[in-house]
């Protein structure tokens, strides 16, 4: 009879677990279902998906291998760029699924996170809110609703995956269960590398809540011998796991510098760098409990950080830092999760800098994490001898779930597209040079030229050295019929960056555009030569010697072109009037009816198509 109610009670418990899951999903899924209809950003969505040659090259052998191979973005993710290449297979370039998969990720992760914690401490409602507030708070915006924060939802789905096959393996420490932690491990590391602090994360609980450290050798309290490891012994546990994370940083480190994605010291000091990581601190647990003001890009204050904020930032972390010491044994739950939000926090604090940033919500998805924790346990026990604690305490944070639900849902809202995105971060940040770049270039796609001429008017305004805003500028200049202005522009641009492949291209159309053809060539060949992979300006220099009559260069470059962006319509009808030219008709009606495949209502590709087949029909008829 004792087993029966035993396993009804399970059951009873695990039927309760069901539901708190089914909650948070249904919760999450009303702030976040909006997604569905967002389109990609200008922000790194190119670089991650639309203009991704591996990603639209689908989960291919030569997709596959171009996910290890190669690191668009600066960051070596093959597992992230695998989970892009399904999207792709199933959704194309329909930003709705690619949306609805992150969404995915991120309820997996809440379900995930509750199981985990309430596993190690079989704290229901504690845990149930930590994944609450992990689930619903709106810092976390940014790493759902953006398309390129896959990287962060997946590595974080390998990270609780982690954390599980880890108390299993506590359970029963066998090879296999060890080898488990480490694959998932390396899996997680291969989807973002700022999973680097994990078996730092995992000396924590043992820690608590897992109560594996023995300080004492000798025996404990009731004189029997602690079978608990000891800190040694548990630290040369994760030798592999650190092993793994010592490659994982050399590799972003080598990947990073060589696409020049770290700044280098001379632009912002170590002694900069650090004062703003201070200050980042102190600034993430600030929009914690008060979550406004948020926005895809925190311009870096650069010199211009007041110097009494790192020394109030620096005193304030060391003030709760001694008090969680001090706190160690009466409320274990405080060190642990503190030093898991300063110690997850550090590979993204800024110090080894990458990007212009001062600081990022996305940095903060698994940090907070820890400050959650605190929350979860110290607030009951804060309130312990008040009389209506539960009601009390339910009644809080239902409310302040309530209120975040609310907000979170807002905060999707500006996510919908580049122009409202963009905006937004201009009405809560100032100076913010790269967002007015940014919005510039969502107006000039939608047409409104003017518009983007007055904001990448104002990004020069912030910082008369952005090469980039002087190309864009040059081209919406184009778009005016300013040639002369837009060539001047490309110029400035290229003096500022002279490997600046874009811009080399650009001024190449510009010369063009005043009959300067052979000036014309030697910029796209200086584009080519700075990036042989640079689809268009093979395209634009075979139009040109085309034009010169070089018909048999221009017929290898638009193949380039080919090669490189297969599914360009264009190009293909390029190509095939090239062919057509050097009398290989057959070639070019292959090429014209496969620019009416990829884009039926192509007017140039049908004429030229009907063109060569009257000139096979005349040919066959002689």
């Not at 291919?60 to 960051?75: M, N």
């Not at 700022?194 to 025996?219: E, I, S």
């Not at 689809?535 to 090669?563: C, P, T």
């Amino acid at each position: 009879m004792p087993n029966e109610n035993t396993k009804k009670e399970a059951l009873y418990r695990i039927r309760f677990d069901a539901i708190v899951c089914l909650l948070l999903a249904i919760a999450t899924l009303a702030v976040y279902w909006q997604v569905r209809n967002h389109g990609f950003v200008s922000c790194d969505d190119p670089v991650y998906v639309t203009n991704n040659p591996c990603v639209r090259s689908g989960l291919t052998p030569q997709g596959i291998r171009c996910a290890f191979t190669r690191s668009p973005g600066g960051l070596w993710i093959p597992m992230t760029w695998l989970s892009l290449m399904v999207d792709h297979g199933l959704f194309g370039l329909s930003p709705g699924g690619y949306h609805l998969t992150n969404l995915l990720f991120h309820i997996v992760n809440i379900i995930l996170l509750f199981v985990l914690l309430k596993r190690m401490t079989n704290a229901l409602w504690k845990t149930a809110f930590v994944a609450a507030l992990f689930a619903l708070h709106p810092i976390h915006v940014e790493s759902v609703a953006w398309v390129t924060e896959r990287k962060d939802v997946l590595c974080t789905l390998f990270f609780m995956l982690t954390l599980l096959a880890y108390t299993r393996y506590v359970k029963r420490p066998d090879i296999k269960s060890y080898v488990l932690v480490f694959f998932l491990f390396a899996l997680g590391l291969m989807a973002k590398p700022m999973l680097v602090t994990l078996p730092f994360v995992l000396l924590l609980l043992d820690y608590w809540p897992l109560g594996r450290f023995r300080f004492n050798p000798t025996a404990n309290a009731r004189g029997h011998e602690d079978s608990r490891p000891a800190i040694a012994y548990l630290v040369i546990e994760k030798l592999p796991l650190l092993f793994l994370s010592a490659a994982a940083s050399v590799v972003t480190f080598c990947v990073q510098r060589s696409a020049g994605a770290i700044a280098p010291v001379e632009d912002i000091s170590l002694g900069l760098r650090i004062s703003n990581a201070l200050v980042s601190y102190v600034t993430y647990i600030g929009k914690m409990f008060w979550p406004h003001r948020l926005a895809v890009l925190y311009p870096h204050p650069g010199n211009s950080l007041p110097s009494w904020q790192p020394v109030l930032a620096c005193l304030l972390l060391l003030c709760v830092s001694i008090l969680a010491v001090r706190r160690i044994h009466k409320s274990p739950y405080f060190l642990v999760g503190w030093l898991w939000y300063v110690g997850t926090l550090v590979p993204v604090s800024g110090i080894s800098q990458a990007g212009n940033q001062a600081m990022a919500d996305r940095f903060t998805y698994i940090p907070l994490i820890g400050l959650f924790i605190i929350i979860a346990w110290g607030v009951p026990d804060l309130f312990s001898r008040w009389r209506h604690k539960q009601i009390g305490l339910a009644t809080m944070g239902v409310s302040l779930l309530f209120i975040f639900m609310l907000t979170t849902w807002l905060q999707a809202r500006y996510w919908a597209n580049s122009i409202i995105l963009y905006g937004h971060t201009l009405d809560v940040t100032s100076d913010n040079q790269i967002a007015q770049f940014g919005l510039g270039a969502a107006l000039s796609k939608q047409g409104r030229t003017a518009d983007a001429i007055t904001h990448y008017y104002e990004a020069l305004r912030l910082n008369p050295y952005y090469a980039k805003a002087h190309n864009n500028l040059g081209l919406a200049l184009a778009k005016q019929g300013r040639t002369a202005d837009a060539i001047t522009h490309y110029y400035e641009a290229l003096r500022l960056d002279p490997h600046y492949a874009e811009a080399h291209n650009n001024l190449a159309n510009g010369l063009v555009s005043m009959g300067k053809e052979d000036e014309a060539i030697a910029q796209y060949s200086e584009a080519l030569r700075l990036n042989p992979r640079y689809a268009k300006a093979h395209n634009n220099l075979a139009n040109v010697l085309l034009s010169q009559g070089k018909i048999d260069q221009a017929i290898f470059h638009y193949s380039e072109a080919l090669r490189l962006a297969p599914h360009n319509a264009k190009i293909h009808t390029n190509l095939g009037t090239a062919l057509l030219r050097s009398g290989k008709i057959n070639e070019a009606i292959f090429h014209f009816r496969e620019a009416l495949r990829i884009r039926p209502v192509f007017p140039e590709a049908y004429y030229s198509l009907k063109k060569a087949l009257a000139e096979k029909a005349k040919e066959q008829r002689h």
